[in-house]
């Protein structure tokens, strides 16, 4: 007779104590942060688009499209020059339930409340793959650039607003929908656009003559492109199609895609402008002008997809530490471990919190204060992702180095927030720019952290320290001034908004005393942090 319980052949062990797969939970049930975002400023439901994040099916097509990285054709079989870039189905999916989602530029087309509610579908849907998010963004951000050639706009701004996904090489008038994207860096520059070599040359029609080359351009499979060029009257944005209106390719040329650390998803590419016809934005010599309109809402975007990979890495940490145990206790029971979720929760729920703030600004127009808080936001929380994200891989142990557990994929991403669209010199700089520029934004920012002061001890000492480094700001501070400022615009955040255990533990953590790794620093109530942010699955 056979026993039940006895091994059959070849039967080495059973698969014990191992968490089940995170898959076909609710991203928003255990974000209190972002829920609290939502009730308070009046964003409207968001369940489904939360679930459908949450599936398995978002998940596996999330995976898929980072495992097969899309494939640049420069020529067809015949020699002829086509420069185009294959990718997964899994891409094209996500791509179209984003556009669904109007998660692109929809909301300029929408009623109030539509730029808040995109911020936070962003940061939702950004938790599934964050690759895609990019052409995403720049859809999105082309729009207020463009409005500087009001006829521009006119032509394109629909399809650009267009709830469909069109993917392929056609003129934009043939297509119902449009996706733009942004072509700025040169190998020379980088950051400092203003040592760009590419020449604008004026043409008898209105139009320009493109030539030169562009050293990171990302979705060069979109339709249209914002791009800076130096034109007789100096450095000009100029709409730069894929596609001219007779059907022939502009002479655009695809020279390799990059081979990034992470993103591996999203095609990022050399170019080079042969003669490519664009159309001026604005006037010249005022291109940066035109362009830093785009940059600051993909900035926007930065912010919010790094509070997104800092919040699924944290919810693949809770996940696991709920449903493993070591040393014959539960890893969530052990204060070590809780100890260190907690403090991981903390970082999330202040991001989620200063990043919908900063979403609600851009809704309400409340340009004074984005002037500082965003480029103050845009250094500090892309800087912290990588190191929150490698905690979180840690809590998983080796599981968590390996590819199968997905966080290798957080884990490249994290630093790619903090490099694009301006890495931590050049935003914690433009923070002092705008100080120098406009002092009207230290009284917005100052009336923003005022509405917490005597909330706690450690933060109104903050602010006086704050107070005093605004008043004399000096270049090499640029960073410690960034994260000053960023640091209290979260405390001020969860100081009126969270519950007063949480906002206790940020202040006391952040702007007391805090040591200097995750975990190391006691947290009051850590389990019930650990339970407030867990999946429940």
């Not at 909301?107 to 509610?117: D, F, K, N, Q």
């Not at 095609?267 to 016809?277: H, M, N, P, W």
């Not at 001034?481 to 906002?503: D, F, G, K, N």
């Amino acid at each position: 007779m056979t026993l039940i319980d006895e091994p059959t052949a070849f039967t080495t062990h059973r698969v014990a104590n191992q968490p089940p797969p995170l898959a076909g939970f609710d991203p928003l049930a255990c974000d209190p942060a972002l829920g609290a975002a939502l009730t308070r400023y009046a964003v409207g439901d968001l369940t489904a688009l939360a679930l459908e994040a949450g599936s398995a099916e978002a998940r596996e097509h999330g995976r898929l499209a980072n495992e097969h990285p899309p494939v640049l054709r420069t020529h067809d079989r015949y020699g002829n020059r086509v420069d185009e870039v294959d990718f997964h189905p899994s891409w094209h999916w996500l791509m179209s339930r984003a556009i669904d989602h109007g998660l692109h530029a929809a909301p300029w087309s929408l009623g109030p409340g539509a730029h808040l509610r995109r911020a936070a579908g962003f940061y939702l849907w950004s938790q599934v793959e964050a690759g895609h998010g990019c052409p995403i963004s720049m859809t999105y951000s082309a729009v207020p650039a463009l409005r500087y050639a009001p006829g521009l706009a006119g032509e394109y701004e629909p399809k650009l607003a267009a709830s469909a996904y069109e993917f392929g090489l056609r003129p934009p008038h043939e297509k119902s929908a449009l996706l733009a994207g942004m072509s700025m860096t040169e190998k020379q520059g980088g950051s400092d656009v203003r040592a760009n070599t590419t020449t604008a040359e004026p043409l008898a029609d209105g139009t320009y003559r493109l030539v030169g080359h562009k050293w990171f351009t990302s979705a060069p499979m979109n339709d249209l492109f914002l791009t800076l060029a130096q034109a007789p009257g100096g450095l000009s944005c100029f709409l730069v199609p894929r596609v001219l209106p007779d059907g022939t390719r502009n002479e655009i040329r695809l020279q390799r895609l990059k081979d990034k650390l992470g993103n591996k998803s999203n095609a990022s590419a050399e170019i080079e402008y042969a003669g490519a016809l664009g159309h001026l934005i604005g006037e010249e010599g005022r291109g940066v002008r035109c362009i830093i309109e785009m940059v600051s809402m993909t900035r926007l975007d930065c912010v919010l997809g790094s509070a997104a990979n800092v919040r699924i890495a944290l919810s693949e940490a809770a996940h696991h530490v709920r449903h493993r145990s070591a040393f014959g206790h539960r890893l969530a029971d052990q204060p070590l471990m809780q100890n260190v979720v907690a403090d991981l929760a903390l970082e999330s729920e202040a991001a989620t919190t200063l990043a919908m703030r900063l979403a609600a600004a851009v809704e309400q127009g409340e340009n004074d204060l984005l002037r500082l808080a965003l480029p103050a936001a845009k250094y500090y929380v892309c800087k912290r992702a990588p190191a929150v994200v490698a905690e979180a891989l840690e809590c998983l142990g080796g599981n968590g180095y390996v590819e199968e557990s997905g966080m290798p994929r957080l884990y490249r991403e994290a630093p790619l927030s903090s490099i694009w669209e301006g890495s931590g010199n050049v935003t914690a700089l433009d923070l002092l720019r705008a100080l120098e520029k406009q002092p009207s934004t230290l009284d917005a920012v100052l009336a923003e952290l005022e509405a917490a002061s005597g909330g706690h001890a450690d933060y109104d000492a903050a602010l006086r320290t704050l107070r005093g480094e605004l008043a004399a700001p000096a270049p090499e501070r640029a960073r410690g001034l960034a994260e000053l400022l960023s640091l209290t615009l979260q405390a001020s955040l969860l100081l009126r908004y969270a519950p007063s255990h949480v906002a206790e533990a940020f202040a006391a953590t952040r702007l007391g005393a805090a040591g200097r790794t995750f975990g190391a620093t006691s947290i009051p109530g850590a389990r019930a942090l650990l339970d407030r942010i867990a999946p429940m699955r």
